[in-house]
Nanobody, 114 residues
Framework: QVQLVESGGGLVQPGGSLTLSCAAS????????LGWYRQAPGKQRELVAS???????TYTDSVKGRFTISRDNAKNTVYLQMNTPKPEDTAVYYC????????WGQGTQVTVSS
Protein backbone atom coordinates (compact mmCIF):
# COMPACT_ATOMS: atom_id res chain seq x y z
CA GLN A 1 0.00 0.00 0.00
CA VAL A 2 1.45 3.30 -1.11
CA GLN A 3 1.42 6.05 1.48
CA LEU A 4 2.66 9.61 1.00
CA VAL A 5 2.83 12.02 3.92
CA GLU A 6 3.62 15.68 3.29
CA SER A 7 4.79 18.14 5.92
CA GLY A 8 6.38 21.55 6.24
CA GLY A 9 3.65 23.84 4.97
CA GLY A 10 2.53 26.97 6.71
CA LEU A 11 2.61 30.74 6.57
CA VAL A 12 5.73 32.33 5.10
CA GLN A 13 6.55 35.92 4.31
CA PRO A 14 7.43 36.97 0.78
CA GLY A 15 11.17 36.64 0.37
CA GLY A 16 11.45 34.07 3.14
CA SER A 17 11.99 30.34 2.76
CA LEU A 18 10.14 27.12 3.43
CA THR A 19 10.94 23.45 2.84
CA LEU A 20 8.28 20.85 2.16
CA SER A 21 8.87 17.15 2.74
CA CYS A 22 7.08 14.08 1.45
CA ALA A 23 7.82 10.71 3.05
CA ALA A 24 6.87 7.71 0.93
CA SER A 25 6.25 4.09 1.78
CA UNK A 26 4.99 1.13 -0.20
CA UNK A 27 7.08 1.78 -3.32
CA UNK A 28 10.66 1.05 -4.32
CA UNK A 29 11.42 4.72 -3.93
CA UNK A 30 14.80 4.87 -5.64
CA UNK A 31 13.41 3.51 -8.92
CA UNK A 32 10.78 6.16 -9.51
CA UNK A 33 10.41 9.74 -10.63
CA LEU A 34 8.69 12.02 -8.15
CA GLY A 35 6.73 15.23 -8.47
CA TRP A 36 5.46 18.21 -6.52
CA TYR A 37 2.18 19.72 -7.69
CA ARG A 38 0.15 22.62 -6.39
CA GLN A 39 -3.42 23.78 -6.62
CA ALA A 40 -4.51 27.32 -5.88
CA PRO A 41 -8.17 28.22 -5.25
CA GLY A 42 -10.12 28.24 -8.49
CA LYS A 43 -7.20 26.92 -10.52
CA GLN A 44 -6.20 23.56 -11.92
CA ARG A 45 -3.55 21.46 -10.26
CA GLU A 46 -0.16 22.13 -11.89
CA LEU A 47 3.20 20.40 -11.85
CA VAL A 48 5.72 22.55 -10.00
CA ALA A 49 8.83 20.37 -10.10
CA SER A 50 9.92 16.81 -10.79
CA UNK A 51 12.98 14.68 -10.17
CA UNK A 52 13.70 11.38 -11.85
CA UNK A 53 15.55 8.34 -10.56
CA UNK A 54 18.78 9.75 -11.97
CA UNK A 55 18.30 13.01 -10.03
CA UNK A 56 17.54 15.08 -13.13
CA UNK A 57 15.07 17.86 -12.37
CA THR A 58 12.46 19.95 -14.16
CA TYR A 59 10.63 23.09 -13.01
CA THR A 60 7.70 25.11 -14.16
CA ASP A 61 8.89 28.48 -15.44
CA SER A 62 7.39 30.50 -12.62
CA VAL A 63 9.54 28.83 -9.95
CA LYS A 64 12.83 28.39 -11.81
CA GLY A 65 15.70 29.81 -9.83
CA ARG A 66 13.61 30.00 -6.64
CA PHE A 67 12.51 26.43 -5.85
CA THR A 68 14.68 23.32 -5.60
CA ILE A 69 13.43 19.73 -5.65
CA SER A 70 15.65 17.05 -4.14
CA ARG A 71 15.40 13.48 -2.92
CA ASP A 72 16.97 11.31 -0.24
CA ASN A 73 16.62 7.69 -1.28
CA ALA A 74 17.91 6.49 2.09
CA LYS A 75 14.98 8.24 3.79
CA ASN A 76 12.40 7.64 1.03
CA THR A 77 11.74 11.37 1.10
CA VAL A 78 11.39 14.07 -1.55
CA TYR A 79 11.79 17.73 -0.69
CA LEU A 80 10.78 21.05 -2.18
CA GLN A 81 12.83 23.99 -0.97
CA MET A 82 11.00 27.23 -1.61
CA ASN A 83 13.21 30.33 -1.60
CA THR A 84 11.93 33.89 -2.06
CA PRO A 85 8.32 32.74 -2.32
CA LYS A 86 5.74 35.11 -3.75
CA PRO A 87 2.06 35.55 -2.88
CA GLU A 88 1.18 33.79 -6.14
CA ASP A 89 2.87 30.65 -4.80
CA THR A 90 0.07 30.31 -2.25
CA ALA A 91 -1.58 26.93 -2.82
CA VAL A 92 -2.02 23.43 -1.48
CA TYR A 93 1.08 21.46 -2.40
CA TYR A 94 0.90 17.73 -3.15
CA CYS A 95 3.53 15.12 -3.81
CA UNK A 96 2.93 12.48 -6.46
CA UNK A 97 4.93 9.29 -6.26
CA UNK A 98 5.55 7.64 -8.59
CA UNK A 99 5.06 10.70 -10.78
CA UNK A 100 2.05 10.42 -13.10
CA UNK A 101 0.60 7.66 -10.92
CA UNK A 102 -2.66 7.70 -9.00
CA UNK A 103 -0.88 8.06 -5.67
CA TRP A 104 -1.02 11.43 -3.93
CA GLY A 105 -0.31 12.81 -0.52
CA GLN A 106 -2.96 14.59 1.52
CA GLY A 107 -1.58 18.01 0.62
CA THR A 108 0.00 20.74 2.70
CA GLN A 109 -1.13 24.38 2.66
CA VAL A 110 1.43 27.04 1.85
CA THR A 111 0.40 30.65 2.34
CA VAL A 112 2.75 33.44 1.28
CA SER A 113 1.75 36.68 2.91
CA SER A 114 3.17 39.53 4.92
Amino acid sequence: QVQLVESGGGLVQPGGSLTLSCAASGIIFRLHGLGWYRQAPGKQRELVASINSGFSTTYTDSVKGRFTISRDNAKNTVYLQMNTPKPEDTAVYYCNAPINSAFWGQGTQVTVSS
